[in-house]
């Protein structure tokens, strides 16, 4: 009888310990889909992008059960949706290339034709999806001279090196004033390098237009950086700085005709009291009723409430105290209702860092030149300032993917 007992109680804890074990397996469930060429959507505006095709017998983990009709998964660093009615769920499938630790890069690759991705838990190459053109993708590592490592909906998969280019990074591209060549001409903005023609202006929309480029805006940027979303391979982020009314007269249309959208850094001290007519030959500011009526073109960040003029002066430098910062980059914040700043002039120093973050901006853009890519510091992103007398060739290099 003892001898039976002590089978009994060395079993136990075996029977015990089944059910969690089941558990833990359970906890990885798969959409495998129905047939070839299922399609994975992406959400980042609202709207339902296809961005990939499922291979039959490929499938890919479930991140999260998404309402009645989806099924989110992991992709790149955003996520995809599967319609339920394309795939079945499976929590019985079985495969060797589910990512469990590793991470992406900071390095991303713009996908510049549709490419395959492959499993090779084999050790024979087998397709896995296809991730469609135009896209912005993480990579977890450089795996060989002809394939990138991903992690494609939480499974390992390898990408043709040959369908990619290497991301050099989004660019946020930085206008001021604007005014027809006559105007330009005859005013005191005549040799002024933040002062561009409605001729250059026009053209460079319209070659981002020609060259298939989305405008994104700062929160779009914000969520990339944080690793929530991916972006398109040819995205661009447009600002600019004071919210001067030649952009109200110039700007706006040109921009809509291309259906752009931009950041207007707005200094909360200068909005008037009314909506204030256009004058060519001196600065007037965007009014409430402005902001309200472009709303549709354009979005509002701060550029300070009244201290654009103080920290301005490079002489000095920035001896404003602490506590002066704060109070009006609060006093701006909340006025505008933004998350997004620019620095007056690029100016800035740790007393400024720390001041914007505790007002309550979750990212800051700079003068700085350069582009903007994943691992840096949300508070001092570069800009690209647009002066000019640009050529094409020199604004292709600024607005493309270029170092």
Known sequence: MKKYLRIFLLMFPLLWIAPNLGEAASKVSYAVPLYDNVKVYDNRTGALVPIATMKKNQPLVIDKDYGQNWWQVKFGNGYGFIAKRDVYRSVTWTTNNVNTKAKNSNTTVLINSDVEVFDNTSGKLEPMITIHAGIRYPIISDYSKNYWKVDVGGRIGYMPKYRTSVDYGVPILMYHHI??????????FANANTTVTTIEFNNQMQWLKNNGYQTISLYDLE??????????????????????????????????????????FIITSRIPSEKQPFQWDTLRF??????????????????????????????????????????????????????????????????????????????????????????????????????????????????????
Do not use: W
């Open 286 to 403: 965007f009014s409430k009723q402005d902001m309200d009526e472009l709303s549709d073109v354009f979005r509002y960040g701060s550029h300070t409430h009244d201290l654009h003029s103080l920290v301005g002066n490079k002489a000095k430098g920035i001896t404003i105290s602490y506590k002066d910062l704060y109070n009006d980059l609060a006093k701006s914040r909340n006025i505008l209702g933004t998350y997004y700043f620019a620095y007056p002039f690029g100016q800035y120093n740790q007393n400024y860092l720390n001041a914007v973050k505790k007002a309550g901006y979750r990212m800051a853009v700079t003068t700085r030149k350069g582009k903007v890519n994943l691992g840096e510091d949300l508070y001092t992103l570069e800009r690209l300032g647009i002066e000019p007398g640009l050529s094409m060739d020199e604004f292709a290099k600024k607005a493309g993917n270029y170092k």
């Open 179 to 188: 005014l027809t060549p006559e105007e330009k001409a005859n005013s005191q």
């Open 223 to 264: 969520r990339y950086l944080r690793r929530q979303v991916n972006l398109p391979a040819k995205a661009v982020v447009l600002t600019f700085d004071d919210g001067i009314t030649s952009t109200r007269e110039y700007a706006y249309p040109i921009l809509k005709e291309y259906g752009f959208t931009a950041e207007q």
